[in-house]
């Protein structure tokens, strides 16, 4: 199984749908690092979301700030000539929207309500 990673920053670009004749569709999104616009030398760092997945960037807007999880993915690939080409894709799995504090703008569920009987004496399955 492949290791997940989490990466936090700032969403810089979000690129259309890419698909192909295979029926293969993937969406790729763009994050910079979140040092701050007085950064010299930024990362911008491309996340892949395949297939189904890419409906996760529907919402998501250019400047915001976001933690992704993500697995590293390689492949080879031999190419008519006969060359041999490594890729590396950042496969995104999850993308999570965030404040400006760094806390989730996700909803934090509420605890379930316990399962009990409105009159405790109408059951007499108990185990007690």
Request: charged share 25%; proline share 9%; aromatic share 10%.
């Given at each position: 199984m492949a290791a997940i990673y989490e990466y936090t920053g700032v969403v810089e670009k979000i690129l259309p749908t890419q698909s192909f004749a295979s029926g293969f569709s993937k969406r790729d999104i763009v994050m910079t690092d979140d040092v701050g616009p007085d950064s010299k030398w930024p990362n911008h760092i491309?996340?892949?979301?395949?297939?189904?997945?890419?409906?996760?960037?529907?919402?998501?807007?250019?400047?915001?700030?976001?933690?992704?999880?993500?697995?590293?993915?390689?492949?080879?690939?031999?190419?008519?000539?006969?060359?041999?080409?490594?890729?590396?894709?950042?496969?995104?799995?999850?993308?999570?929207?965030l404040n400006a504090d760094g806390s989730s703008t996700e909803p934090v569920p509420a605890p379930a309500e316990p399962d009990f009987p409105e009159d405790p004496g109408a059951v007499d399955d108990m185990p007690f």
């Amino acid at each position: 199984m492949a290791a997940i990673y989490e990466y936090t920053g700032v969403v810089e670009k979000i690129l259309p749908t890419q698909s192909f004749a295979s029926g293969f569709s993937k969406r790729d999104i763009v994050m910079t690092d979140d040092v701050g616009p007085d950064s010299k030398w930024p990362n911008h760092i491309a996340f892949t979301f395949k297939k189904d997945a890419a409906s996760v960037l529907d919402t998501v807007r250019e400047g915001q700030r976001a933690k992704i999880r993500f697995a590293i993915d390689g492949r080879e690939w031999t190419n008519p000539q006969g060359q041999v080409r490594y890729f590396t894709d950042l496969t995104g799995l999850k993308l999570e929207i965030l404040n400006a504090d760094g806390s989730s703008t996700e909803p934090v569920p509420a605890p379930a309500e316990p399962d009990f009987p409105e009159d405790p004496g109408a059951v007499d399955d108990m185990p007690f």
